[in-house]
């Protein structure tokens, strides 16, 4: 009889434990790494991975310490491939998180549930329907194969390109920058087949759930012989789990998700896609605040495949890898099948005359002459039009004029969202909910009244100033139940809705071939904002709104966007006029370079909670300190704790503290060495709720 073995097991250990590498157990032969296992953790059993022996353990050696053996493998499952270990390796370090936390959290949630043979019978009951829906055969190339649109210049030179990547030993990501309409999801289309004739498997990252099922859909129709899976929030955790077995057992063809696919194991990856690589919501903002697209590029890098990043805006740390060459940049300038750009035409909400609304009080018009006369000509063509207002709700907040009360969250630093439909005042930042009240709870004056304006209010707005159009929305409310955002998108698509309001939800990669207007309303608040990446994020807004318009070639010339703004001489409008993304980023990228923000820096937030302000400021203030005893702390600034623009959320207190330094590598070493410090540090700050690192923040 063998004697055991010791294996490392990464376990899902919470943060404040301080354990962030593999425990040490007994196991009863060898065990390949990545190899799924059940294990004794104090008083429970839990999931855990084999993982390999470089990662240091939390533990002491097996000399000094009597090793508790494994309780079960999950045999017959292969291990997790050894470029996702590699992986979470270089996330969990990046990211400043334990590895067990990080790897546990991007597995399905389901397999915690289940033991060995449990997961077995569940592998053999996908094994069988898989049979059942026939192997997967190579794409055909006879005259039965789907058809497929002719290339245009562009999409050749950017294919030509990509057939370069898929030669090269360690190809450079590609930075794929075309214009809305340009045919860049054909290039993905295009690109995935070569990967597939060859026998491996492609990745296809989109940024929001809501984009997954057109894009699947296109996926489908061209290979109908292949096997999609998806991978997103919106699966319900038996769906996650087998599409996650599929994939693992080399069974999808294609992988198609969102930020958590990133992680999905693909034991033959031949390309990863990411669209829209602009996007905010490819960064985590909970937990292992990790960037996807980051991600897939380094994945990319680790398994020696090409990288496509797609976008008609791309991010300025993009762009400027591509400008110094550690990317490829591809321009597609042109709309496919003749569409042009829609004319951009900027409204000076300064010279209108202001309407009274009441006693003492008076407002702007809701929409300028021009803009609603434009409105009018496209009902009268047949034509639809799109209304883009990135608030929902009714209005942001109801006031009281006699005594000055507003609709305030009790748990929160914000105001209460004012839903007319349902009479409610709702928080969008703990939820909290009560119906609208009769009378001002503090005066009982009758007359409370909305300030603002959401896009439930703008849809009633038009429905006055447009009788008879046919007007619907389409934001986080009405797209709440299951299906009704097919089923408003599918309206749309049949043209029976003149005019869509909604929110930057309808501004992402939607193809509405009859929509010839688009109308920004009141854009401006981000043009101030203190957060350096406000700028970049409106421009991207508007490009991809505007974008929604001119894309049936027939209407092309005759599309516009109206901006409805007060600064209409501003800079971003300017470059927005003649959808000059280049002389945009060339005027950010110098004020960044001139302020020493990213790129040309590198940032990560600490960030801390607690139901009392002092106590979070304390924690902070004490690992600045800590910051400063360390080594290259010299080669790194770390500013005042101060609160984020939200400072209370749900009943706690949150406070920041930025950390910045010219140098990723200097930083990452502090940061690391800083770890151990503010997990020793917490147990001195009694009420601290919880602390984390984000390491290269969205907003600051």
Same mark, same amino acid.
């Given at each position: 009889?063998?004697?055991?073995?010791?294996?490392?097991?990464?376990?899902?250990t919470?943060?404040?434990?301080?354990?962030?590498?593999?425990?040490?157990?007994?196991?009863?032969?060898?065990?390949?790494?990545?190899?799924?296992?059940?294990?004794?953790?104090?008083?429970?059993?839990?999931?855990?991975?084999s993982?390999?022996?470089?990662?240091?353990?939390?533990?002491?050696?097996?000399?000094?310490?009597?090793?508790?053996p494994?309780?079960?493998?999950?045999e017959?499952?292969?291990?997790?491939?050894?470029p996702?270990?590699?992986?979470?390796?270089?996330?969990?370090?990046?990211?400043?998180?334990?590895?067990?936390?990080?790897?546990?959290?991007?597995?399905?949630?389901?397999?915690?549930?289940?033991?060995?043979?449990?997961?077995?019978?569940?592998?053999?009951?996908?094994?069988?329907?898989l049979?059942?829906?026939?192997?997967?055969?190579?794409?055909?190339?006879?005259?039965?194969a789907?058809?497929?649109?002719?290339?245009?210049?562009?999409?050749?030179?950017?294919?030509?390109?990509?057939?370069?990547?898929?030669?090269?030993?360690?190809?450079?990501?590609?930075?794929?920058?075309?214009?809305?309409?340009?045919?860049?999801?054909?290039?993905?289309?295009?690109?995935?087949?070569?990967v597939?004739?060859?026998?491996?498997?492609?990745l296809?990252?989109?940024?929001?759930?809501?984009?997954?099922?057109?894009?699947?859909?296109?996926?489908?129709?061209?290979?109908?012989?292949?096997?999609?899976?998806?991978?997103?929030?919106?699966?319900?955790?038996?769906?996650?789990?087998?599409?996650?077995?599929?994939?693992?057992?080399?069974?999808?063809?294609?992988?198609?998700?969102?930020?958590?696919?990133?992680?999905?194991?693909?034991?033959?990856?031949?390309?990863?896609?990411?669209?829209?690589?602009?996007?905010?919501?490819?960064?985590?903002?909970?937990?292992?605040?990790?960037?996807?697209?980051?991600?897939?590029?380094?994945?990319?890098?680790?398994?020696?495949?090409?990288?496509?990043?797609?976008?008609?805006?791309?991010?300025?740390?993009?762009?400027?890898?591509?400008l110094?060459?550690?990317?490829?940049?591809?321009?597609?300038?042109?709309?496919?099948?003749?569409?042009?750009?829609?004319?951009?035409?900027?409204?000076?909400?300064?010279?209108?005359?202001?309407?009274?609304?009441?006693?003492?009080?008076?407002?702007?018009?809701?929409?300028?002459?021009?803009?609603?006369q434009?409105l009018?000509?496209?009902?009268?063509?047949?034509?639809?039009s799109?209304?883009?207002?990135?608030?929902?709700?009714?209005?942001?907040?109801?006031?009281?004029?006699?005594?000055?009360?507003?609709?305030?969250?009790?748990?929160?630093?914000a105001?209460r969202?004012?839903?007319?439909?349902?009479?409610?005042?709702?928080?969008?930042?703990?939820?909290?909910?009560?119906?609208?009240?009769?009378?001002?709870?503090?005066?009982?004056?009758?007359?409370i009244?909305?300030?603002?304006?959401?896009?439930?209010?703008?849809?009633?707005?038009?429905?006055?100033?447009?009788?008879g159009?046919?007007?619907?929305?389409?934001?986080?409310?009405?797209?709440?139940?299951?299906?009704?955002?097919?089923?408003?998108?599918?309206?749309?698509?049949?043209?029976?809705?003149?005019?869509?309001?909604?929110?930057?939800?309808v501004?992402?990669?939607?193809?509405?071939?009859?929509?010839t207007?688009?109308?920004?309303?009141?854009?401006?608040?981000? *043009?101030?904002?203190?957060?350096f990446?406000a700028?970049?994020? #409106?421009? =991207? @807004?508007?490009? /991809?709104?505007? %974008?929604? !318009?001119g894309?049936?070639?027939?209407?092309?010339?005759?599309?516009?966007?109206?901006?409805?703004?007060?600064?209409?001489?501003?800079?971003?409008?300017?470059?927005?006029?003649?959808?000059?993304?280049?002389?945009?980023?060339?005027?950010?990228?110098?004020?960044?370079?001139?302020?020493?923000?990213?790129?040309?820096?590198?940032?990560?937030?600490?960030?801390?909670?607690?139901?009392?302000?002092?106590?979070?400021?304390?924690?902070?203030?004490?690992?600045?300190?800590?910051?400063?005893?360390?080594?290259?702390?010299?080669?790194?600034?770390?500013?005042?704790?101060?609160?984020?623009?939200?400072?209370?959320?749900?009943?706690?207190?949150?406070?920041?503290?930025?950390?910045?330094?010219?140098?990723?590598?200097? *930083?990452?070493?502090?940061?690391?060495?800083?770890?151990?410090? #503010?997990? =020793? @540090?917490?147990? /001195?700050?009694? %009420?601290? !709720?919880?602390?984390a690192?984000?390491?290269?923040?969205?907003?600051?």
């Open positions: 009889m063998t004697s055991p073995v010791r294996v490392r097991v990464l376990v899902e919470p943060q404040h434990s301080g354990l962030v590498g593999p425990l040490d157990y007994l196991s009863e032969r060898p065990l390949m790494p990545g190899t799924l296992v059940r294990v004794p953790l104090g008083r429970r059993e839990v999931l855990g991975i993982w390999h022996d470089r990662a240091a353990p939390d533990q002491a050696p097996p000399e000094a310490a009597v090793l508790r494994v309780a079960g493998v999950f017959g499952l292969a291990p997790l491939p050894s996702w270990l590699a992986l979470v390796d270089f996330a969990a370090a990046y990211y400043q998180r334990g590895l067990g936390e990080l790897a546990l959290a991007v597995l399905p949630p389901e397999l915690r549930k289940i033991d060995a043979p449990g997961l077995a019978k569940r592998q053999a009951r996908l094994l069988k329907k049979q059942r829906e026939g192997t997967a055969p190579a794409l055909p190339a006879q005259a039965d789907p058809s497929r649109p002719a290339l245009g210049p562009e999409q050749q030179q950017a294919l030509a390109a990509f057939d370069s990547a898929l030669a090269e030993a360690r190809p450079l990501p590609l930075l794929l920058h075309g214009v809305t309409g340009s045919g860049k999801t054909e290039v993905y289309l295009r690109a995935a087949e070569q597939l004739a060859a026998g491996r498997q492609a296809v990252l989109v940024p929001e759930i809501n984009l997954t099922p057109q894009l699947e859909r296109r996926f489908t129709e061209r290979f109908p012989g292949r096997r999609l899976v998806a991978m997103h929030s919106g699966l319900t955790p038996v769906q996650r789990l087998s599409h996650w077995l599929t994939a693992l057992l080399g069974q999808a063809d294609i992988v198609l998700g969102t930020r958590m696919s990133v992680f999905a194991p693909l034991p033959r990856l031949g390309l990863i896609v990411v669209d829209e690589e602009h996007d905010p919501s490819y960064k985590q903002q909970e937990g292992a605040r990790y960037s996807a697209r980051d991600l897939a590029v380094y994945r990319g890098h680790l398994e020696r495949v090409p990288v496509i990043l797609g976008s008609a805006t791309p991010a300025l740390e993009s762009w400027q890898r591509a110094d060459g550690r990317y490829r940049r591809l321009e597609m300038a042109q709309r496919i099948g003749g569409g042009v750009l829609p004319r951009v035409r900027l409204f000076d909400m300064g010279v209108l005359p202001r309407e009274r609304s009441g006693p003492g009080n008076s407002q702007v018009p809701v929409l300028a002459p021009p803009v609603l434009s009018r000509e496209r009902i009268q063509r047949g034509e639809q799109l209304v883009f207002l990135n608030r929902r709700g009714y209005a942001p907040v109801l006031h009281c004029a006699d005594c000055g009360w507003k609709s305030g969250c009790p748990h929160c630093s105001w969202v004012f839903h007319k439909g349902e009479r409610t005042l709702r928080c969008h930042h703990c939820g909290f909910t009560e119906r609208v009240p009769r009378a001002c709870p503090d005066c009982g004056n009758l007359d009244a909305p300030i603002g304006r959401g896009t439930e209010k703008l849809e009633e707005q038009l429905a006055e100033l447009l009788p159009a046919r007007i619907a929305r389409l934001d986080a409310d009405t797209a709440r139940g299951k299906g009704q955002l097919e089923s408003r998108l599918a309206e749309v698509h049949a043209g029976e809705v003149d005019i869509l309001v909604g929110t930057q939800m501004t992402k990669g939607h193809d509405f071939r009859r929509i207007l688009v109308v920004a309303m009141n854009p401006d608040s981000a *043009l101030f904002a203190s957060d990446r700028p970049e994020r #409106l421009f =991207a @807004l508007l490009m /991809q709104a505007g %974008g929604r !318009a894309r049936d070639a027939e209407a092309a010339e005759r599309s516009e966007m109206w901006v409805q703004t007060w600064h209409p001489q501003h800079a971003l409008y300017a470059a927005l006029k003649t959808h000059d993304f280049a002389a945009f980023a060339a005027s950010q990228l110098a004020e960044r370079r001139s302020a020493g923000l990213p790129p040309f820096s590198h940032l990560a937030l600490l960030r801390a909670e607690a139901k009392d302000v002092a106590v979070a400021t304390a924690f902070l203030r004490a690992a600045a300190e800590c910051a400063a005893r360390l080594a290259g702390a010299d080669e790194v600034t770390v500013y005042p704790p101060v609160p984020p623009s939200v400072s209370k959320v749900a009943g706690i207190e949150r406070m920041q503290m930025l950390v910045e330094s010219p140098s990723r590598m200097r *930083l990452q070493r502090l940061l690391s060495d800083w770890l151990a410090q #503010l997990h =020793a @540090l917490r147990p /001195q700050h009694k %009420g601290l !709720a919880r602390w690192i984000d390491v290269d923040p969205l907003a600051i």
